[in-house]
C-alpha cells in the first residue's frame, strides 16, 4: 500500500469515526447542561465547595467565578511545583524554578499545556496527577462551561432563579451556573469518556503504574534511564479536553504514551470529538439543528482543507534528499509516517492541543506556515473543547455584520440584533489574540537575550526559519495551544515570563469579552424573522463564515507570515 492511500484511509476511517460520535455525544451533552436534576456526587461537591447550583448568574458573576477558580487552580499549582522536592513520589525531582513554575501553571490553567521541560526529566508522580492531569480535567470543564453560557445568551434560557427579578418577557439575563456547569462537564462527559479511552489506550500499550527511575536496555547496547507513570490516564485527558501536555519530552510521539498507528489515529479522534459534537449541542439547546450544522460544515471545511494541504506539501517531497526518503520524513515517527502526523499535526494546531506526534520544525517550510496559519484562525475549526465553538460564534457575528453592511440592514443571528455594543465586544475578542502574538514576537526579534534563544542560528542571522520559531511559540501561546516549534529554547526567565502571560491574557481576556456579549444578549428579546433576515443556516452563510475567517486572519498576520514561513519555502 503507498504511503498516500494509507493516509487517505486514515483520513477516511477518522470522519467515519467522527460521524459516528456525532448524534450521541452532541445530544448527551445538551442533556447535561439542561437538565434539572443532579447527580448525588454532584450535590456532594457542591456542599463541599459551598455552591449552590440552582442559583442563577448573570454574566458578571458568572465571570467572576470562572476567574477565582482559574485563580485558585493556577495559585495551587504554582506552589504544588515549588514544594515538589519536599513531596512523596516525587523521583528525586527538585522543586521546579519560580519562573518555570509560574509558566507551567499559567501553562496548564489556561488550557495551553505549553512545556518548558522534559516531563520525565522533572514532575514527579504527585505533580503529574494531582496537578497536571487534574487542570487537564477542569480547565477543558471551564471552556464548555463559557461555550454552554453564550449559548444560552442567544437562546435566551428564562430565568430559573428563586427570587431574581425578571422583566415583562420573564428574562433576567440568566446564564446559568457557572458551578453547576463544571462540575457536570467534569463528572458527565469528560470523565466517563476518558476511563473508556485510558482502558482502550493501556490494551494497546501505553503505559499506567507508579514505578520509580530504572534503567531499560538499548538496541545498540548500554541502558537509558526512564521512569513509568499515570500515563495512559492523563495521555487521554489532554487529548480529550485538547490540552496537550506531555507526560514525556517526545510527547504523543513516545511509544509510552502512542504505541502504535490505531493509538495514533484514536487519540486525533479524542481531540476532535467533543469539538466538532458541540455543533449538535449548540442546536439542540437553541432549538435548531440545522444552526448547528451550519457551524459544523464551516468547521468541517476549514478542517479537511488543511489536512489535504498538509499532506499534498508533505508527500510532495521536492529535491532529491526528500525524494530518497519517500517524502518529507525528517522528524517524523516511522510508525505513524507522514499521512498520520500530517493528520495529527492539523488536529492539534486546529485545536488547542499542544500534542504533537512529530516535530514541527522539521515539516516543510509551507507545512510549517500551514500550522502556524490553523493557530492563527483561532483554532476554531474545530478549536478547543469550548473555546472552538464560541470563537466560531464569534466570527459568525462578524459575518453576520459584513452582511448587514452590504445590504444595508441591521445585522441578526440567531434572533438577536447585533448592536453597536455586540460588535464592539466582538471586535475586542478578535483583537485581543494579534496584539499578544504580534506584540511579543516583535519584543522578542529586537532583544539580545531572546534572540539568543534561537538555537539552530546564529543571534544575528536568525533568518525566516528562526523567526518562524519564535512566532510560532507566541502563536501557540496566546492562542492556548501548547505545542512548539523547536529550535527555540522557551526555559529562560523571558520567555517564561512572557509567554505565561500570553496564554493567560490569550485565555481570559477573550473570557470576559465572550460573557460580555452572552450577557447582552439574553437581556435582548428575540426578534421575529422577515423576509430581509439572513437565513444562517444555509450553505451560503457557511460559505460566507469560511470566507471571513480566512480573509481576517489573511489580513492580521500575512506580513508576519511572509517574514517567516513563506521566505524560507521561497528562498
Known amino acids: 500500500m503507498s504511503p498516500v492511500l494509507a493516509g487517505v484511509l486514515q483520513l477516511t476511517a477518522l470522519i467515519a469515526a467522527l460521524a459516528l460520535a456525532y448524534r450521541p455525544l452532541g445530544d448527551h451533552m445538551a442533556a447535561v447542561y439542561s437538565s434539572p436534576k443532579h447527580l448525588r456526587v454532584e450535590k456532594v461537591i457542591y456542599r463541599c465547595i459551598g455552591a449552590d447550583p440552582n442559583a442563577g448568574m448573570r454574566w458578571p458573576a458568572y465571570l467572576r467565578s470562572v476567574l477565582a477558580f482559574s485563580a485558585a487552580g493556577l ?30 501553571a499559567a501553562s496548564f490553567v489556561a488550557n495551553t499545556n505549553w512545556q518548558s521541560y522534559s516531563g520525565e526529566q522533572a514532575m514527579g508522580h504527585v505533580v503529574q496527577t494531582a496537578g497536571l492531569a487534574v487542570q487537564n480535567f477542569v480547565s477543558a470543564a471551564t471552556g464548555m462551561a463559557v461555550a454552554v453560557a453564550l449559548i444560552r445568551g442567544f437562546a ?9 427579578a425578571a422583566d415583562a418577557d420573564g428574562r433576567t439575563g ?17 470523565i466517563p469518556i476518558a476511563v473508556v479511552g485510558a482502558i482502550v489506550l493501556v490494551a494497546c500499550g501505553a503505559i499506567q503504574n507508579f514505578s520509580g527511575i530504572h534503567g531499560l536496555g538499548q538496541f545498540m547496547g548500554g541502558t537509558q534511564q526512564t521512569n513509568g507513570g499515570a500515563v495512559a490516564s492523563q495521555e487521554v485527558i489532554k487529548e480529550l479536553g485538547t490540552n496537550g501536555g506531555g507526560y514525556f519530552n517526545a510527547n504523543s510521539a513516545h511509544p509510552f504514551e502512542n504505541p502504535n498507528g490505531f493509538t495514533n489515529l484514536f487519540e486525533v479522534f479524542l481531540i476532535l470529538v467533543i469539538p466538532f459534537s458541540l455543533t449538535r449541542t449548540f442546536g439542540r439547546l437553541i432549538g435548531n439543528l440545522r444552526q448547528g450544522y451550519a457551524i459544523l460544515a464551516a468547521m468541517g471545511i476549514i478542517w479537511l482543507g488543511f489536512t489535504a494541504l498538509m ?51 522539521s ?4 507545512g510549517g506556515g500551514i500550522q502556524l496559519l490553523g493557530m492563527m484562525l483561532g483554532e476554531i475549526a474545530p478549536g478547543g473543547v469550548g473555546s472552538g465553538l464560541y470563537g466560531m460564534l464569534i466570527m459568525a457575528i462578524i459575518a453576520v455584520f459584513i452582511a448587514g453592511l452590504m445590504v444595508g440592514r ?29 506584540g511579543f514576537t516583535a519584543a522578542s526579534m529586537v532583544l539580545p537575550d531572546a534572540l539568543g534563544s534561537i538555537l539552530n542560528t546564529k543571534a544575528l542571522g536568525a533568518g525566516p526559519h528562526g523567526f518562524s520559531e519564535v512566532l510560532y511559540a507566541f502563536t501557540s501561546g496566546a492562542n492556548n495551544n501548547g505545542s512548539a516549534f523547536a529550535g527555540l529554547n522557551a526555559n529562560t526567565p523571558w520567555y517564561n515570563t512572557t509567554i505565561g502571560l500570553a496564554m493567560l491574557l490569550g485565555r481570559f481576556l477573550p473570557m470576559v469579552f465572550v460573557l460580555a456579549l452572552a450577557g447582552s444578549l439574553a437581556g435582548q428579546r428575540p426578534v421575529p424573522e422577515t423576509a430581509g433576515t439572513l437565513r444562517t443556516e444555509k450553505p451560503l452563510f457557511a460559505g460566507l463564515l469560511v470566507g471571513t475567517i480566512l480573509i481576517i486572519s489573511g489580513l492580521t498576520y500575512f506580513p508576519a507570515l511572509a517574514l517567516g514561513p513563506l521566505a524560507e519555502g521561497l528562498s
Not at 156 to 164: H, L, P, S, T
Open 410 to 438: 441591521t445585522p441578526e443571528y440567531l434572533g438577536k440584533k447585533i448592536g453597536t455594543r455586540e460588535i464592539k465586544l466582538a471586535a475586542c475578542y478578535l483583537l485581543v489574540t494579534p496584539t499578544l502574538v504580534l
Open 156 to 164: 435566551g434560557v428564562r430565568a430559573r432563579v428563586r427570587g431574581g
Open 174 to 190: 440568566d446564564l446559568g451556573n457557572f458551578w453547576t456547569d463544571l462540575v457536570r462537564g467534569v463528572t458527565r462527559v469528560l
Open 363 to 366: 515539516f516543510t517550510a509551507f
Open 311 to 361: 499532506m499534498w506539501t508533505e508527500f510532495a517531497h521536492g529535491g532529491p534528499a526528500l525524494q530518497a526518503a519517500g517524502a518529507a520524513m525528517e522528524g517524523k515517527e516511522n510508525r505513524f509516517g507522514v499521512g498520520g502526523s500530517a493528520i495529527f499535526s492539523v488536529a492539534t494546531t486546529l485545536t488547542s492541543t499542544g500534542a504533537v506526534d512529530s516535530f514541527h520544525s
Open 75 to 104: 495559585l495551587f499549582l504554582y506552589l504544588l511545583q515549588r514544594l515538589q522536592g519536599v513531596l512523596p513520589l516525587s523521583l528525586g525531582f527538585s522543586s521546579i524554578s519560580p519562573d518555570q513554575a509560574f509558566n507551567t
